[in-house]
């Protein structure tokens, strides 16, 4: 009897492997997930990601494993189009190796997360007789939009006016997420972004980085058509709720934080005082937007901290660096949880990516948002208009934002009415969200499902 369930015991067990795009804000999300599942019993969860990221990872981190995709060029292209393809290259190459290396007969491989913007990924997961689970590190809403205005599929075609679609707010041209609209930059990207909603009809499951009460109405409306399952916010337990200490650690960094700094400094400061500066990993201002952003944060007389890419600190105008050190900060990469879970931080001023919106919202943060491209226009409408927590800076004519809208945008938050207002729907969401994740909610009950499917 026992030989038999020994036998029984190893047949049950299985090993997850999980494929971002080797893009910050896919891979932190994307982590945190493979934390999650590991933490909830499942027997091996491994994150497969390329040798430039990996090398400087030990191979276990925490309750997951690292594995690397091996490389021969010294780091992949750094253009986001020949980056893309460059992966899907490698992954081809080297997945069958990889499963075929992880697997063994206590641990067989039996499914692959894959970035939903990797549409090529269920095909080669099916060849390999593993199951298939897209995971979209963008809100319900883009699948929504992109599902109705695809132009290889659809239905809606976008002239420039606004667009009224089934459980969304009415949407302009603003509003809408640039691929849309933006035919000529990042074809490849495009081509991807636009056609990932293949994976409603060929993934075996559908995850999103999201939460039902954040997105309701979309949610129930996706719902009868394909079975997705809301599974975040996935950030650490920790930042939720401070008892879970065991549960702290985010994602993968690819740049290296200056944690003690930021952290020694925002001590200092008094409570809801500080401007909290950031967008993400990619976007890049122009010298002009810079300048107008830099005066913008002195004009407001707050404390702020502003993260600049060590490759975009040459924009910055002289005259403000002799200013910055009175009320600023400013340093290449923070702990972005850490600081916006800090009591001194009272606004993030923000590009809105999809991460940080939901870190924000998440750690009850109001926010200024000033969107750049991809899905952040529309991250910004809901930020502003349908959750109330933030509100957006309007562009002049010249494409610019100029200081004194910053300054007066910033100031709404941290001093006038309306900062209370939305300082109170933060805290809002920020309970919602805990709710999702804790024991029995949403998110958490969708996960349950899917590893007892598994
Ligand atoms: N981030 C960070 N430190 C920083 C700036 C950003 O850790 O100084 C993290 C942030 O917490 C988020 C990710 O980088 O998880 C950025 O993702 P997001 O979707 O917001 O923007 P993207 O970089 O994709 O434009």
């Not at 050190?325 to 931080?345: I, T, Y």
């Not at 006038?416 to 994740?437: D, I, P, Y």
């Amino acid at each position: 009897v026992r030989v038999v369930q020994k036998m029984e015991e190893k047949s049950n067990k299985s090993h997850i492997l999980v494929l971002p795009i080797p893009v910050q804000g896919h891979i932190n999300p994307m982590v945190q997930f493979s934390k999650r599942l590991a933490s909830k019993g499942v027997n091996k969860v491994t994150v497969v990601t390329i040798y430039s990221i990996s090398k400087n990872m030990p191979k276990e981190s925490g309750l997951i494993n690292i594995e690397s995709i091996p490389h021969d060029d010294k780091s992949p292209p750094q253009n986001i189009d020949p980056m893309l393809e460059w992966f899907h290259l490698l992954v081809s190459k080297n997945l069958r190796k990889i499963v075929e290396k992880l697997s063994d007969s206590v641990y067989p491989v039996k499914v692959l997360v894959f970035d939903s913007v990797a549409t090529w990924a269920i095909d080669l997961a099916h060849k390999l007789g593993l199951k298939g689970a897209a995971f979209f590190t963008q809100p319900c809403c883009l699948s929504a939009i992109y599902y109705h205005m695809d132009p290889e599929t659809t239905k809606v075609s976008f002239d420039g006016s606004d667009v009224s679609l089934p459980s969304l707010p009415l949407l302009t041209k603003e509003d809408l997420p640039s691929i849309i609209y933006d035919t000529d930059l990042y074809p490849t990207l495009r081509g991807l972004v636009f056609s990932q909603n293949i994976n409603f009809k060929k993934a075996d499951w559908l995850f999103f980085n999201t939460f039902d009460a954040l997105e309701k109405e979309i949610v129930e409306w996706i719902r009868p058509r394909y079975p997705i399952k809301t599974v975040g916010p996935t950030i650490p337990s920790m930042y939720l709720d401070k008892r879970l200490m065991e549960d702290k650690e985010y994602g993968l960094s690819l740049f290296k934080p200056n944690s003690e700094i930021c952290m020694k400094w925002l001590d200092s400061k008094e409570i809801d005082s500080v401007v909290y500066v950031s967008f993400g990993s990619l976007a890049s201002l122009d010298e002009q937007q810079m300048e107008e952003l830099a005066f913008g944060l002195i004009l407001t007389k707050c404390y702020f901290l502003w993260v600049v890419r060590a490759t975009e600190e040459n924009k910055l105008p002289e005259e403000f660096m002799s200013k910055l050190f009175e009320k600023g900060l400013m340093v290449n990469w923070c702990p972005q949880l850490d600081v916006l879970a800090h009591r001194s931080v009272g606004c993030f001023f923000t590009h809105s990516g999809w991460n940080s919106t939901l870190e924000a919202l998440s750690l009850g943060v109001p926010m200024v948002t000033m969107p750049q491209w991809s899905d952040q226009p529309t991250n910004a409408k809901f930020i502003s208009d349908v959750w109330q927590t933030g509100v957006r800076v309007k562009v002049g004519e010249n494409g610019v934002v100029n200081r004194d809208e910053i300054a007066s945008s910033i100031r709404e938050v941290m001093e006038e009415e309306k900062g209370t207002m939305l300082k109170e729907n933060a805290m809002k969401w920020k309970n919602l969200a805990k709710e999702a994740v804790d024991e029995g909610g949403s998110s958490d009950k969708n996960i349950e499902e899917f590893l007892s499917n598994l």
